[in-house]
Every structure is written in structure tokens, then in C-alpha cells.
Nanobody
Framework: VQLVESGGGLVQAGGSLRLSCAPSGFAFDEYAIGWFRQAPGKEREGVSCISSVDDTTYYTDSVKGRFTISTDNAKNTVFLQMNSLKPEDTAVYYC???????????????????????WGQGTQVTVSS
């Protein structure tokens, strides 16, 4: 079971990037997918989440209105569209999957590190001022 991320890079402040997260060995249908980020010297924080149960989404306050989480039609890939990027968005970004057993009622909420079962390798996002 793997999550493969792509899409990071270097961008100027105000620019955009789109991160992708694709599963290998499982389907997203029974999972919540979260995006996390970790800046140097800081703890990993949950940024956004999407629930496969009801397709609800969550964003932490600092990215609301700038980031959008979505899936493709087949739910094979999860995207994090990041617009109006700021230098403080600089971090390694990780996607992660949280298993939701069949019948679970789950609406997207702030993703917490300990709740997630599988992690991607991380992708660097650097925003220059």
C-alpha cells in the first residue's frame, strides 16, 4: 500500500501549484484523504481533508479560500490546488489515508497525524518572497 505524491516545486509568492496524490494497492473509496505539511523546526500540521463517505471537505483557517482539495471522477487521484501562495506555506507536503470501515459515518474534519494509516513520501513546496 502506497501513496505517491507529485507536484511540488518552487514558486513566487502569489503563484499556484497543484499537488497530486495517487494510491497504489488500494482504492480511495474507503478512506479519508488528508493533506499535511511540515515546515523546518515545526510539527506536522493537518491542512485539508476530503471524506470518501460524503465528499465533504475541511480546510485549516490559514489556507481557506486559497487551497482546494478535490478528486478526479474515478476517485483515483486526490488533488490539492494551492493558489495565492505565501512564503509561510513553504513546507514538505504529505498526503495520507485514513481507513473508514464500511458503514462509518464520517464528515471531513481537521486531520490529525495519529489518525492516519498510510503516508506518502512528501513533496517540497517552496514559496519565495
Amino acid at each position: 500500500v502506497q501513496l505517491v505524491e507529485s507536484g511540488g516545486g518552487l514558486v513566487q509568492a502569489g503563484g499556484s501549484l497543484r499537488l497530486s496524490c495517487a494510491p497504489s494497492g488500494f482504492a480511495f473509496d474507503e478512506y479519508a484523504i488528508g493533506w499535511f505539511r511540515q515546515a523546518p523546526g515545526k510539527e506536522r500540521e493537518g491542512v485539508s481533508c476530503i471524506s470518501s463517505v460524503d465528499d465533504t471537505t475541511y480546510y485549516t483557517d490559514s489556507v481557506k479560500g486559497r487551497f482546494t482539495i478535490s478528486t478526479d471522477n474515478a476517485k483515483n487521484t486526490v488533488f490539492l490546488q494551492m493558489n495565492s501562495l505565501k512564503p509561510e506555506d513553504t513546507a514538505v507536503y504529505y498526503c495520507a489515508a485514513r481507513y473508514l470501515p464500511i458503514g462509518t459515518s464520517y464528515s471531513a474534519q481537521k486531520p490529525l497525524v495519529y489518525e492516519y494509516d498510510f503516508w506518502g513520501q512528501g513533496t517540497q513546496v517552496t514559496v519565495s518572497s
